[in-house]
């Protein structure tokens, strides 16, 4: 019995899956390096930088467009169950990237609204939780990479610190703001952007859980840990 014509799709569906995977991985890193050079020019007060990082975030959306094509071409060759988790998750993983990228140019756009004002002592705070969360998404991308479960699940328990330390910044702030009315804005614009990297680590949890699921199916996740208190009436 001739096996050619069924190791030829075997093998041509394990081209699509690694392109597929290596996709991903480029779109993830485009968008980790956008947060990164969001942070620099954060402290280096350049207006233009950030309008080039605003800029490149349609890359990043092309990007997606391009994958999701990619994944539904897989779809129409009738996948098996392992397979179709791998599109599911070929979808969820680069529109959590797209929103990663999002993120990034909002930091930027603030950053030049912030350079109005005199430079504030809390941007340093500000790039310690933007690199917290930077590398959040490197490790979750490298778990999808190597089909790692077990590190997927330590990114999804260490969202906990980067919470913790987006409560303890939202708390400085606004009490930064209380002690004088002109901190209100440049705080304000402050508080933005930390959200905007709380929510790039919350991004990278859903891509970590999205691994997780390729990986074991509907099998129950492990609990964790949440620490932002920003939503509590302790918070300030």
């Known amino acids: 019995m001739n096996n050619q014509p ?12 690694r392109r597929l995977i290596g996709e991903i991985l480029h779109m993830g890193e ?4 956008q947060l990164e050079a ?19 975030d349609e890359a990043i959306d092309r990007l997606e467009t391009q994958i999701s094509h990619d994944v539904m071409q897989m779809a ?14 070929g979808l ?33 705070r500000l790039r310690a939780l933007g690199l917290l969360a930077a590398r959040q998404v490197r490790d979750a991308l490298a778990a ?12 999804r328990a260490r969202d906990a610190e980067l919470d913790a330390e987006y409560t303890a910044l939202f708390r400085e702030l606004l009490t930064y703001m209380m002690e004088d009315a002109r901190n209100i804005t440049p705080c304000t614009h402050l ?3 930390a959200k905007n ?18 990986i074991n199916g509907d099998q129950p996740l492990p609990p964790r840990d949440k620490r932002d208190g920003t939503n509590t009436t302790g918070a300030v």
């Open 6 to 17: 069924h190791e030829h799709i075997v093998k041509s569906h394990d081209d699509e899956r």
């Open 38 to 56: 969001a942070l620099d020019v954060v402290d280096r007060r350049d207006d233009r930088a950030a309008q080039r990082i605003i800029a490149n």
């Open 92 to 124: 969820r993983i680069p529109a959590d990237i797209e929103r990663i990228g999002d993120y990034a140019a909002n930091v930027a756009k603030r950053s030049i609204a912030l350079n109005v004002s005199p430079p504030m002592p809390h941007t340093g």
């Open 144 to 155: 999808y990479s190597d089909g790692d479960a077990d590190r997927a699940i330590l990114v």
């Open 76 to 89: 129409l060759r009738g996948p098996m169950a392992r397979d179709l988790r791998e599109i599911l998750v």
């Open 30 to 33: 485009m968008a980790v390096l």
């Open 197 to 214: 990297l709380e929510r790039i680590g919350d991004h990278a949890t859903n891509i970590a859980e999205n691994i997780w699921f390729l």
């Open 191 to 193: 508080l933005f952007m």
